[in-house]
């Protein structure tokens, strides 16, 4: 069975700090990885999917940035934390229609 | 642009009760339409999922009720008991090229179970 693997699950960063989430799946090949991040009361924003290797597509213009340097990882980073950077940070792969969520880093910018 | 209006926001029912929770969509290119379960500090799991030639579907509990024509869907939770108390999510898939779907969700609504 496939399985998601997200760390940390708590992370807190000073504003200006770098950041790197990291995200691995594991019993499947070529899937769909996504970057989620849940704001209070604001729903599931879609940051960043990825549909292979190298291949990364961002759908709002933000301080982050994602990279998929091999099939099964997925990288969120930003070189320079703001203040609003703060959520929770969900990864996602896709078999078709259906998602499966990792169990999130809850990040605190200070 | 909210693309999936989730309501109400919150929700608050005693044990035994039917909570429902509804949501609409305006494009008519979403074609498949699930149901997300999410605890403090996890992240979503799904629960229940429709496509919209189907008004209904029911798997244990948890029923959706579709409305291709209105657009719109519900949630609905029969014999609720407290450890349903989570978040609940509507969401809307469309193709968008290869292999590749984008899910886009409701904001969410916040249910709690008394005893």
């Known amino acids: 069975s496939q399985t998601i693997h997200q760390w940390p699950a708590t992370l807190v960063q000073p504003v200006g700090s770098p950041l790197s989430l990291e995200c691995t799946v594991e019993?499947?090949?070529?899937?769909?990885l996504y970057w989620y991040r849940q704001a209070a009361g604001r729903g599931l924003q879609l940051l960043f999917y990825?549909?292979?290797?190298?291949?990364i597509s961002s759908e709002v213009p933000q301080n982050l940035s994602a990279s998929r340097p091999q099939d099964r990882q997925f990288i969120l980073s930003s070189k320079k934390l703001l203040l609003s950077d703060s959520g929770f940070y969900l990864c996602a792969w896709s078999l078709r229609r259906e998602f499966s969520f990792g169990s999130g880093t809850q990040l605190s910018v200070l | 642009q909210q693309q999936v209006k989730q309501s109400p926001q919150s929700l608050i029912v005693q044990k035994g009760g039917i909570p429902i929770i509804n949501c609409a969509y305006e494009?008519?290119?979403?074609?498949?339409f699930p149901w997300y379960q999410q605890f403090p500090g996890k992240g979503p799991a799904l629960l229940i999922a429709?496509?919209?030639?189907?008004s209904e579907k029911k798997e244990g509990r948890f029923t959706i009720s579709f409305n291709k024509s209105a657009k719109q869907f519900s949630l609905h939770i029969m014999d609720s008991q407290p450890g349903d108390s989570a978040t609940y999510f509507c969401?809307?898939?469309?193709?968008?090229?290869?292999?590749?779907?984008?899910?886009?969700f409701g904001k969410g609504t916040l249910l709690t179970v008394n005893p």
């Open positions: 494009n008519t290119a979403f074609d498949y």
């Open positions: 429709i496509r919209p030639d189907v």
């Open positions: 969401a809307a898939s469309t193709f968008s090229g290869g292999s590749n779907y984008k899910l886009t």
């Open positions: 019993g499947t090949s070529n899937p769909n």
């Open positions: 990825s549909v292979g290797i190298g291949q």
